[in-house]
C-alpha cells in the first residue's frame, strides 16, 4: 500500500513492493496529460499472480466500439459501444544481465522506492536488485507524461553494476499486441473487447528508432508510436529486431562496474483523430525527434514549469493534518492529469488511469469536476464545455431517436457523443445530464463573464436543452395543471423511471429559465448574435414564452405532513430498506440485489435531493435543507462514489461539522486508501473534485450569490489554518482561514468587493 507518509505532503511514496497492493498502486501512480494516460506499470513487464495487475495506455478519446448485443431489443436502445482502448505499450524496456532477466518477482530487492511527486510531474522508482546469480545492479527510473507536449511520454533508465563488470543488454520496444481488460460480473467496469482490436499496418525500424502504425477493427481510427532513444554508454551494440506486432531495439553493453549506463526513450502516440491519416506517422517521428532534441532534463525543467503555474493557482494547504494534505493534492494533481482540454475530448469517470466505466464521460463532469477547474483553471472549464458544445449534433440526432421534436438530448455516458449506455433505467433516463450542462454554462458564465463563450457556444447549448425540457414535460391536470417531467431517473440510481425526480425538475426549471434569460439578454445587447441564432435553430418567441411558463409552474413535489421534498412521486410509497439486516459485505447493494428489488424500496445510493439543495442553496430556508438532510442522510448507502462530498458539504452549511468532517475524510483519501475497493479500476475522478468542493464551498463556503462572491468559512476543530485560492473574474484571490479570522489577499486582477457572510469586503 501507498505510504500515508506524514512528512510527505507533495507526492505519494512506495518503500515496500508487494504483488497484492500492485494493482491499485499501478492506478496511484499513473501519469496522465489530459491527453496521454499511462498507468504505472513496471517498463520491464509484470508477471505476478493473475489479476494482481494491468497494463494499460490510454489515449483521451480513442476508442473502439461494437455493436451492442441485446438478449431483447426494443426501439431507441443504444446500438453501439465505445470504448477506451488500451494502445500500444510504448513504455517496454527489459534489462539483462548477461543471461538474467531483471523483474521485481525474482531475484532479492535489496532496496525499493517508488515516488511520484506532484511538483515535479516525474515518476521515479530506485531499485538495487541481486540476480538469482547473485549480480548487483541499482537501477533508477524516471518517467513522465509531458504536460507541454500532448503527445510526448519519456522515461530515463539508468543502470549501473554494483559488484561486477560485464554484459548488460537492454531491449526497448513498441508493443503493439494489448488488448482491453474483459470482466463480466462489474457492471462498473465494462465487458470490453474480446480479444484485439488494434492491427499492425506499418512498422518503422531503423538504428535507435522504430514506429508502429495500428488500426482499430471498427471505427477504423489510425494511432501511431514513435520511438527514438540516446544512449549514454562507452561501448555497446545495437541490434533491431521486428516481431509481428512489435519492434525492438536491443542495447548490447559492455557495462564496467560502478559505472552509469543512461537510457533516454522518447515516445509520440498520434492519432487520426487529430490528424489527417497521411500525417498521422509523420506528426509521431516529428514530435518525438523534436522531444529528443529537448532531451530529458529540458523535458523535467517544462514539467516543473507547468506545475508551478498550476500549483499558483491551485494549491490548497491545510496545517494540521499531514495525511488529508496529501489526499487534496494527490487530487488535484490527478484531475489535472485527466482532464482533457482541447475541446474534443472529455473528463473520464476514471481519468486515464484504468478502464473502469470503458473511459466514458458522464454528468461527473459538469457536476463535480468542471467546479474545480472554473475557480482555479478556467480555460480548462471552458475546454470542457466546448466539448459539450462540439457533440450538439450528436445530442440533437439522439433527441429525434427519443421522439423529441425539438432540442438536443445528451447522451448519459459518451465518448464521441452517442449513448452508449446499455441500460437505459439509470443510462438515457437520466435525462438530467442536459440540466446538469446547462448549469454548468450558467455556473461558467457567473465565475467568468466571458461573453465569447456565451454567444459562440453557450446560448445554443443553453436553446437546445431548454427545448428538450419543454417537450419533455407537460401541464398535468391532475397536478394542479403544473409541469411535470415523467419516467425519468433522478441522479439517486437506486430509483429508476420516475415521475417528477425533485432534483431533475429543480434544475430543469434552471435551465428553462435561465436559458429565457440568456435569449433575452442576446436580443437587447449582442443583436448580430441573436439573429444568428434564431436563424440557425429557427427559435421562435413562443418557444421562449413555454420555457418561461414551464419554468414558473414548475412541479416540485413536497410532503406537507413530513415537511421533506420526496424524491420522487412515488418515493414515499415504496417500503424503507431494511437496513439493520442487510450484512455488510452486501454493499454495494448493485452487486448483490437486482434491480428491481432496489427499486422498490427507500433507499438511496448516493445524494439526490440533497445535491440539488447544495446547488441551489439560496433557493431553501436552511431549516428546510435540514429536514431533507436528515431523512435522507438514514436512506444513504454512498455506494456511488460521488455521494460523500455532497453530504459533507449539506452537513456544513446546516452546521453539523463533525458529520461534515467524516464525510470529507472519507471523500479525501479513496483512492488512495483504496475505500471503495475498486480503485484497480481507476481513479474515482468526481469523488476527487468533491474533495475541493469540500473544502472550498463546505468548509470555506464560497458561493456566486446575487453576482457577488460570498464566503463564510468555518475551520474544523483538527486544523490549525487552512489556505486555498480562487480564480473569479479574472482576478486570484487567496483566502486563509485560522482559528482567529479569514484573511483575503488579491494576488492578481483589479480590486473587488466580495462578501463575508452578510460583511462587504474590498480586496485591493
Ligand atoms: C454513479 C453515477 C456516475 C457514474 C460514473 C455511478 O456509480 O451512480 O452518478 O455518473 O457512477 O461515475
Not at 433527441?399 to 452517442?418: C, F, N
Amino acid at each position: 500500500m501507498v505510504q500515508k507518509n506524514k512528512t510527505c505532503q507533495w507526492c505519494i511514496i512506495e518503500n515496500e513492493f508487494k504483488p497484492e497492493d500492485n494493482y491499485v498502486n499501478e492506478t496511484l501512480f499513473a501519469l496522465g496529460n489530459g491527453y496521454l494516460g499511462v498507468r504505472g506499470n513496471f517498463e520491464e513487464g509484470y508477471d505476478g499472480p493473475k489479476g494482481t495487475g494491468l497494463e494499460g495506455t490510454y489515449i483521451n478519446g480513442f476508442y473502439d466500439s461494437e455493436v451492442i448485443k441485446y438478449g431483447e431489443i426494443a426501439y431507441g436502445y443504444a446500438e453501439k459501444s465505445q470504448t477506451m482502448l488500451n494502445v500500444t505499450d510504448g513504455k517496454v524496456i527489459k534489462l539483462y544481465i548477461e543471461d538474467e532477466e531483471f523483474s521485481m518477482l525474482s531475484g532479492e530487492i535489496l532496496a525499493y522506492e517508488r515516488s511520484l511527486d506532484f511538483k515535479e510531474g516525474i515518476l521515479k522508482r530506485n531499485i538495487i536488485w541481486k540476480s538469482p546469480k547473485g549480480k548487483e545492479v541499482r537501477i533508477s527510473v524516471e518517467r513522465l507524461v509531458s504536460f507541454n507536449r500532448k503527445h510526448i511520454v519519456a522515461i530515463q533508465y539508468e543502470v549501473t553494476p554494483i559488484n561486477f563488470s560485464g554484459s548488460i543488454k537492454i531491449v526497448s520496444a513498441l508493443d503493439g499486441e494489448v488488448t482491453n481488460l474483459t470482466t463480466e460480473n462489474d457492471p462498473r467496469v465494462g465487458a470490453g473487447f474480446k480479444g484485439r482490436v488494434l492491427s499492425v499496418e506499418d512498422k518503422r525500424l531503423a538504428n535507435t528508432s522504430g514506429a508502429l502504425v495500428q488500426r482499430t477493427k471498427n471505427t477504423r481510427f489510425l494511432l501511431a508510436c514513435a520511438m527514438q532513444h540516446q544512449l549514454k554508454a562507452d561501448s555497446y551494440s545495437i541490434d533491431c529486431i521486428e516481431d509481428e506486432l512489435k519492434v525492438s531495439v536491443a542495447f548490447n553493453i559492455q557495462a564496467e562496474k560502478n559505472k552509469s549506463i543512461i537510457l533516454d526513450k522518447y515516445i509520440a502516440y498520434t492519432t487520426s483523430k487529430d490528424f489527417k491519416e497521411e500525417e498521422v506517422l509523420v506528426k509521431a517521428e516529428s514530435e518525438v525527434s523534436a522531444a529528443m532534441l529537448c532531451g530529458f532534463e529540458k523535458l523535467k525543467e517544462e514539467q516543473k514549469e507547468f506545475l508551478h503555474e498550476f500549483w499558483y493557482r491551485t494549491d490548497i494547504q491545510i496545517e494540521g493534518d499531514d495525511s488529508l494534505q496529501q489526499g487534496i493534492r494527490f487530487n488535484m494533481f490527478q484531475l489535472l492529469q485527466s482532464a482533457g482540454r482541447d475541446g474534443k475530448t472529455n473528463i473520464a469517470a476514471k481519468g486515464l488511469t484504468g478502464e473502469g466505466y470503458e473511459g466514458h464521460y458522464f454528468w461527473d463532469t459538469e457536476i463535480y469536476i468542471l467546479p474545480f477547474f472554473l475557480y482555479t483553471n478556467p480555460e480548462i472549464s471552458r475546454k470542457l464545455l466546448e466539448y459539450r458544445y462540439n457533440i450538439l449534433p450528436k445530442a440533437r440526432d439522439r433527441a429525434r431517436v427519443m421522439s423529441h421534436k425539438k432540442g438536443a438530448l445528451y447522451a448519459w455516458r459518451t465518448i464521441d457523443g452517442e449513448e452508449c449506455s446499455a441500460y437505459y433505467p439509470a443510462g438515457t433516463a437520466q435525462y438530467h445530464i442536459n440540466a446538469d450542462i446547462a448549469f454548468a454554462v450558467k455556473r461558467y458564465m457567473e465565475a467568468t463573464e466571458d461573453r465569447d463563450f456565451l454567444i459562440n457556444f453557450g446560448a445554443e447549448i443553453l436553446v437546445e436543452t431548454a427545448r428538450l425540457f419543454a417537450d419533455l414535460g407537460e401541464f398535468i391536470e391532475s397536478k394542479d395543471n403544473k409541469f411535470c417531467i415523467n419516467e425519468v431517473t433522478g441522479p439517486d440510481e437506486y430509483s429508476a423511471l420516475v415521475n417528477n425526480n425533485c432534483y431533475t425538475n429543480l434544475l430543469a426549471r434552471e435551465n428553462l429559465s435561465y436559458a429565457y434569460e440568456v435569449v433575452l439578454w442576446l436580443r437587447d445587447n449582442e443583436k448580430e448574435y441573436y439573429d444568428k441564432l434564431v436563424e440557425k435553430l429557427e427559435l421562435k418567441e413562443e418557444e421562449m414564452e413555454l420555457w418561461k411558463k414551464a419554468a414558473s409552474n414548475m412541479y416540485i413535489p413536497y410532503n406537507e405532513k413530513l415537511k421533506i421534498h420526496p424524491q420522487d412521486d412515488s418515493f414515499l410509497d415504496r417500503k424503507p430498506w431494511d437496513f439493520a439486516n442487510t450484512p455488510k459485505e452486501n454493499y454495494p447493494l448493485l452487486m448483490h440485489y437486482h434491480p428491481l428489488v432496489i427499486y422498490r424500496h427507500q433507499v438511496c445510493k448516493q445524494a439526490d435531493l440533497v445535491l440539488a439543495e447544495v446547488l441551489l442553496s439560496h433557493k431553501f430556508s436552511l431549516e428546510q435543507k435540514k429536514m431533507d438532510y436528515d431523512f435522507y442522510e438514514k436512506l444513504t448507502t454512498h455506494d456511488s462514489s460521488l455521494s460523500t462530498c455532497i453530504f459533507s458539504i449539506a452537513a456544513c452549511e446546516i452546521g453539523y461539522y463533525d458529520k461534515a468532517y467524516e464525510y470529507f475524510i472519507n471523500t479525501a483519501r479513496m483512492d488512495l486508501d483504496n475505500t471503495h475497493g475498486n480503485s484497480k479500476d481507476g481513479i474515482h475522478a468526481a469523488n476527487m473534485a468533491g474533495t475541493w468542493m469540500c473544502l472550498v464551498n463546505g468548509f470555506g463556503g464560497v458561493k456566486i450569490y446575487n453576482d457577488k462572491l460570498s464566503i463564510a468559512p468555518y475551520i474544523p476543530d483538527h486544523w490549525e489554518k487552512y489556505s486555498f485560492r480562487i480564480s473569479y473574474r479574472n482576478r486570484l484571490i487567496k483566502i486563509s482561514v485560522d482559528k482567529k479570522g479569514t484573511s483575503y489577499k488579491l494576488l492578481e486582477g483589479d480590486s473587488i468587493t466580495i462578501l463575508e457572510r452578510e460583511k462587504e469586503i474590498l480586496l485591493s
